[in-house]
């Protein structure tokens, strides 16, 4: 992984944690619905991993967290208009954060129902294999959502078929507030590629150079032909499940917040090397800022959906 594709991981990972804590602001302060559900403490890994694809590859993504837009592309004003219901957003307002659809970027978007995503990508793989040869696809999912029937029934497809897929699951430790270790019958996730005879391969997922070297080798392997890789990065979910989430299923929450974050690690060790300087922070969050409030400006001043648009954009 070259210096620029590391600072760009960073550049992204800072937006993404800067942009979603004024989204949890403007909810709290009741301006916009408090639908997130905050990636803090994911972002490094989510965009690490895209980094390995090119700009012709799709994505489906799972609810944790708004890196995996801002990575590929999609503007900090749609990603916010979908999530206020304004005009303007990549579903005009109309999906919400978690059902961000840019197709120009390669964002697929995510299904409404949990694992539902493991078919999308089946249906996905198979229209690449056959009409665009040499592109992937990759579906990131919670650990919780590989216990879901579709996660084995589209594995098993995409490996006879030898599918360009990939499939990523962001092990967090928490299925809402179930452990994985309550839930689920193997240590980890990827133990279960055995059963398919695909590679499955376990990565720190704070580590955004594992990460991108482990996504770098399956894309490689599913432009080749030779079909899925399971990998399973091991992350930190540094805020609750979902905005008002009390976690008193997790106790020690305060302490994983103030002691289990990537980012500042990672920024330390781009420090360390070189491809930072303190100078270089401060412009980078400072454009962050910047980038944030003239986003939020742009939503801000954009009207409301009529409500006559519930019948616009419907299939009979």
């Not at 809402?176 to 689920?184: E, I, K, N, Q, Y």
Request: neutral net charge; contains cysteine; glycine residues 10%.
């Amino acid at each position: 992984m070259d210096n620029t594709k590391l600072l760009n991981v960073y550049k992204t990972s800072v937006l993404a944690r800067r942009f979603e804590a004024r989204v949890i602001q403007m909810a709290m302060a009741g301006e916009m619905p408090p639908s997130l559900h905050a990636g803090a403490g994911q972002e490094v890994c989510q965009t690490a991993a895209i980094a390995a694809l090119n700009p012709e590859d799709y994505i489906l993504y799972g609810h944790r967290g708004i890196a995996y837009m801002i990575a590929r592309g999609t503007s900090l004003s749609a990603i916010l208009a979908d999530m206020a219901g304004k005009v303007g957003g990549t579903n005009n307002g109309k999906g919400g954060v978690m059902h961000v659809v840019d197709v120009p970027h390669g964002i697929l978007g995510e299904s409404g129902t949990l694992g539902g995503g493991f078919v999308m990508s089946v249906g996905v793989g198979m229209a690449l294999k056959r009409k665009m040869p040499g592109r992937v696809v990759v579906y990131f999912f919670g650990d919780g959502t590989s216990n879901r029937g579709t996660f084995h029934e589209s594995l098993n497809w995409a490996t006879v078929q030898r599918l360009p897929c990939i499939y990523f699951c962001e092990n967090n430790g928490f299925a809402v507030s179930v452990r994985t270790s309550a839930s689920t019958s193997v240590q980890n996730i990827a133990d279960r590629a055995a059963g398919y005879g695909i590679p499955g391969v376990v990565v720190d997922g704070t580590d955004p150079v594992a990460v991108y070297e482990v996504m770098e080798k399956a894309v490689e392997r599913a432009r080749a032909g030779q079909g899925p890789t399971l990998i399973e990065a091991k992350v930190t979910r540094l805020l609750g499940h979902y905005l008002a989430d009390q976690q008193t299923y997790r106790p020690d929450a305060a302490t994983i917040l103030t002691t289990k974050d990537p980012l500042p690690k990672f920024q330390e060790s781009l420090l360390r090397v070189g491809i930072l300087t303190n100078a270089l922070v401060k412009q980078i969050e400072d454009d962050a800022q910047r980038q944030i409030d003239e986003a939020v400006a742009t939503v801000n001043a954009a009207p409301l959906l009529a409500p006559e648009a519930a019948l616009q954009d419907l299939y009979a």
